[in-house]
């Protein structure tokens, strides 16, 4: 069964400093999807950023972005510059390929990050 | 605006009790799906829909039900077999033809008094 870990419960950062996230996961498949949700105080998840495993460039999204590791199962999230609006839990999740008919994400325990003005 | 609406934002239950958590989507998405989260445990699967008239278990389903008789609305019943409901339910939804595009509602917080 695939598994998801996070292993820092908590990080802070100071505000316009960059901080990484890590994320490893277990999975025997070679076809699948990763995801990093950030779930604000409103407790609402949004998605942050999104890789596929057969892309081997690292996915960006302004200031996020990931280092992704296939042959390690690692799966970091980078943010740059950070920004008070950051501070939230951030959960790491995986995601089956579509031939497995059910599209069920495996998510991490997360870890919640602060940001210090 | 397109969204997920969940109702109620918080939900006060007596032991024994059943009790329904709303879920409707205006994005006409095919598939929706029930999370439960606990402090520590990230997000858990517990029912999930692909079509209506038609629902799958997911990792946690004992205790809880649903039904899907309308593509807009998902509700989940959590049931008094249900030992601990004391949690966070989020629903989300998807449209089935894209690989990725999980829409999340802002969840109901379920409480046992």
């Known amino acids: 069964a695939q598994t998801v870990t996070q292993s820092q419960p908590e990080m802070s950062v100071q505000e316009a400093e960059t901080v990484t996230l890590s994320c490893t996961y277990d999975?025997?498949?070679?076809?699948?999807?990763l995801f990093w949700y950030k779930q604000p105080p409103s407790r609402q998840m949004i998605l942050v950023i999104r890789q596929e495993a057969y892309k081997q460039q690292n996915a960006t999204e302004n200031r996020f972005s990931v280092n992704f590791q296939k042959a390690a199962k690692s799966f970091s999230l980078k943010i740059s510059d950070s920004q008070l609006g950051d501070a939230a839990m951030y959960f790491c999740a995986y995601r089956r390929p579509a031939t497995s008919g059910t599209y069920k994400y495996i998510f991490g325990t997360g870890t919640r990050l602060k940001v210090l003005a | 605006d397109g969204g997920i609406t969940q109702s109620p934002k918080y939900l006060f239950r007596k032991e024994g009790q059943n009790v329904t958590l709303s879920c409707e989507q205006n994005?006409?998405?095919?598939?929706m799906y029930w999370y439960r989260q606990d402090p520590g445990q990230g997000l858990r699967l517990i029912y999930y829909s692909q079509i209506v008239n038609d629902f799958q278990k997911g990792d946690i389903a004992e205790g809880y039900s649903v039904s899907r008789e309308k593509k807009e609305s998902f509700p989940l019943t959590v049931t008094s077999a249900q030992k601990n409901p004391t949690a966070f339910y989020l629903c989300a939804s998807r449209k089935v033809d894209r690989a990725y595009g999980y829409t999340f509602g802002s969840g109901t917080r379920l409480t046992v008094v």
């Open positions: 999975t025997s498949e070679s076809d699948y999807y």
């Open positions: 994005l006409n998405h095919d598939a």
